[in-house]
């Protein structure tokens, strides 16, 4: 390895596979709809797109995303999950063959008033409570007869929703959000898609058709007091750098910008190579965990652009080189975020592009 990629998110392609047969386990009757949104949540969109086999398609979150993907020779369906956000992108739709979710009486009527060479496959979206994109309840059945009856939409239209507390087990709105869901089902509509990865993992009822995990691919529980292993799924990225100084360090003395912590009594500290500018939060406290030589140590003082510190103990063995992880095997994200007060999603989807992402299988 060198000094070029000390800091690297390992990616591990088998864990990926794993993780979609458990999925797919766990929603036998149900296709997937794998969502590669945001560089695949900065695991590498094209990569992780090659990797699923056998999926119902790839949801992405803009028209972007989805020609990076066409343009990288991934033929397997796309949708967009957002849809488009200017009437001249439907062109482009059909000639890239891309599925496109319909939210709003905007882009209704746009699709409606274009003339398209070949009809597109649209998901009409339903709002059960996000209240971000969704047609109203009132509006969803004329959007569902307009489109029926437009030459330039595939039939049958596919219909959708997204849920905004799946996470909460003991939340009764997600069972209420479904009821409300079913009553718009059409004799004559094509697929129905509901869940997430925490309906996925925890409201069976919701799969029906087509499930569509994300954070749970990247072997991330979307939960925040539940961690990957609960579920069989394993972590995909591990974000790991290396010790480029271990310091004996006396009581009394701080460490880093602002001197905001101090050695209680005499110890050793290391410096690892990862700091803000490779996506680790600033934000992260005292005591967040990292792992070194397979025990967990606090960070102490405050994160900087290129470095953090952690406390290793006064009886500590490591040596420069010796391997951090910063999450990932041996270190759920999850535990990571909750120290920092965000969630596993943040952490992983802001990687940037300093840090070297290595594919392993
Ligand atoms: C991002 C997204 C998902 C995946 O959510 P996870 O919590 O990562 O499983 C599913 N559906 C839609 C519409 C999304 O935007």
Avoid at 228 to 254: C, K, W, Y
């Amino acid at each position: 390895m060198n000094s070029g990629s000390i800091t690297r998110a390992i990616i591990n392609l088998s864990a990926l596979q794993h993780n979609q047969q458990v999925l797919q386990k766990t929603a036998p009757n149900s296709q997937i709809l794998a969502v590669v949104k945001a560089n695949a949540y900065g695991h590498g969109m094209v990569e992780i797109a090659q990797t699923l086999t056998g999926i119902h398609a790839l949801g992405v979150a803009r028209l972007n995303e989805a020609l990076l993907l066409r343009d990288a020779g991934i033929t397997t369906p796309i949708v967009l999950l957002e849809g488009f956000f200017h009437a001249d992108d439907i062109e482009t739709l059909v000639e890239f063959n891309l599925q496109t979710v319909i939210h709003s009486q905007q882009q209704l009527k746009a699709l409606l008033n274009c003339r398209l060479q070949k009809p597109l496959q649209v998901w009409l979206k339903l709002d059960t409570g996000m209240h971000r994109l969704g047609f109203h309840s009132a509006e969803f059945d004329e959007a569902y007869q307009a489109l029926k009856s437009s030459t330039n939409v595939a039939q049958p239209i596919h219909l959708m929703t997204h849920f905004n507390c799946a996470d909460e087990l003991d939340n009764e709105i997600t069972s209420k959000q479904l009821i409300q869901f079913k009553k718009h089902i059409k004799t004559d509509s094509g697929l129905n898609s509901l869940a997430n990865s925490a309906a996925t993992l925890a409201w069976p009822e919701t799969h029906i058709d087509i499930v569509r995990p994300g954070i749970a691919l990247y072997g991330i529980s979307p939960f925040a007091d539940k961690l990957a292993d609960e579920f069989n799924l394993q972590p995909v990225m591990t974000l790991r750098s290396q010790l480029i100084a271990v310091r004996s360090h006396q009581a009394g003395e701080s460490v880093g910008y602002g001197a905001s912590w101090s050695a209680k009594t005499d110890t050793t500290l290391g410096v690892v190579a990862v700091g803000y500018g490779d996506g680790y939060p600033r934000m992260a406290p005292e005591g967040t965990p990292v792992l070194v030589n397979g025990r967990v140590v606090p960070i102490v003082g405050r994160v900087s652009m290129d470095m953090l510190t952690v406390d290793l103990g006064i009886d500590s063995t490591d040596k420069v080189g010796d391997d951090v992880t910063l999450w990932g095997e041996g270190l759920p994200a999850t535990l990571v975020a909750n120290h920092i007060g965000t969630i596993a999603y943040e952490l992983i989807t802001k990687l940037t592009s300093r840090v070297a992402l290595q594919y392993v299988s």
